[in-house]
């Protein structure tokens, strides 16, 4: 698969006016966003995500730098031009509960439809294959107001699919979402930008997510400023952990994901026939205030065989008995 380079941003720097001054939030912000790839933009509140997602968007101008859109100057374009250049995918969820998701999917067409707004037979043809695309078919009559939130952001990324724009941008399309409706939208936009060859860029909070499944990465910070790349190279090379971690949150070389570091004050010996097991158990006990350390040599030992947990000459069912055992015969 070839990658090609549909945003280059050079030397950008972002930010916005408030009455007579300058307000910069990022500086020097060099990468480019490639076409058959999923990108997303991490930081904490405050720290310039929607305010990098406006001034590529069009919607600020950049306070310093340069935006390149298939090879022209972002400020070359017009209105109606970037419209069929970039669809945007909204936090707000849209006050338009009378009308239907076919409906709601067809604005997505407006940038092709004229002033009256009338759908061709091709326009329809979009229509449909974006709600297939999304496969919201059970549901495209319904209204609006009866979705769910993950229904809802489904019709919304359909409306921008049918926007046949080769960028798609989105402001925390998981916001409102249960988790498995998080990792639902999140591979539907994964496989959309691998089938469509869309440059999809979002912007999360969801950390874990993006680190499974974004092919690129760019850390914001006030502090140490924008850092891109892809998530296992910013991993190895130490900058996801220094965005990320704090005092109680550590990266996990092994696993590639952020954990909660947990305070321990005793520790005990665990042997196991189940590394699952195994791995649950150092859960269960870490969040108790207990480590595992299989070199330790004391009289509390754990050790789990086939479903059962004995501990102290008892043997009990589940880790939440075991648990209780520990909390009576504390060392």
């Not at 006016?17 to 020097?28: H, I, P, Q």
């Not at 399309?173 to 999140?186: C, G, H, Q, R, W």
């Not at 936009?189 to 990465?217: G, V």
């Amino acid at each position: 698969m070839i990658h090609q380079n549909t945003i280059e941003v050079r030397g950008l720097s972002t930010g916005y006016e408030s009455g007579s001054d300058r307000v910069v939030v990022s500086k020097c912000v060099t990468d480019s966003l490639r076409s058959g790839e999923l990108t997303c933009l991490l930081g904490p509140n405050g720290a310039g995500k929607s305010t990098l997602l406006k001034t590529l968007s069009g919607f600020l101008k950049p306070m310093a730098g340069c935006v390149n859109i298939g090879g022209r100057p972002l400020e070359s374009y017009s209105q109606s031009e970037l419209a069929r250049m970039i669809g945007v995918v909204l936090t707000d969820k849209p006050s338009l509960g009378n009308m239907t998701v076919r409906q709601l999917v067809a604005m997505g067409r407006s940038p092709y439809t004229g002033f009256w707004g009338r759908l061709s037979s091709v326009d329809s043809k979009v229509i449909d294959e974006a709600i297939r695309s999304v496969g919201i078919e059970e549901f495209s009559g319904r209204k609006l107001s009866s979705l769910s939130d993950g229904e809802r952001q489904k019709a919304m990324i359909a409306k921008a699919l049918a926007q046949e724009t080769p960028i798609i941008f989105l402001d925390e399309p998981t916001a409102f979402l249960d988790y498995p409706s998080k990792v639902e939208i999140m591979r539907l936009l994964h496989r959309l930008s691998r089938l469509r060859q869309k440059t999809i860029f979002l912007s999360t909070h969801d950390l874990e997510l993006a680190l499974q499944i974004a092919d690129r990465l760019w850390l914001v910070d006030k502090r140490l400023g924008v850092s891109t790349g892809c998530p296992e190279d910013l991993a190895l090379d130490g900058r996801l952990s220094s965005y990320f971690e704090s005092g109680d949150v550590r990266f996990d070389d092994l696993t590639g994901l952020f954990a909660m570091e947990m305070p321990c004050s005793r520790a005990i010996c665990v042997e196991s026939d189940s590394t699952a097991v195994f791995n649950m158990l150092g859960k269960a006990l870490a969040r108790n205030g207990i480590r595992i350390d299989s070199k330790i040599q004391n009289t509390c030992k754990i050790e789990a065989y086939r479903g059962c947990y004995y501990f102290d000459g008892r043997c009990v069912r589940s880790i939440g008995e075991l648990i209780d055992a520990l909390e009576t015969r504390k060392e």
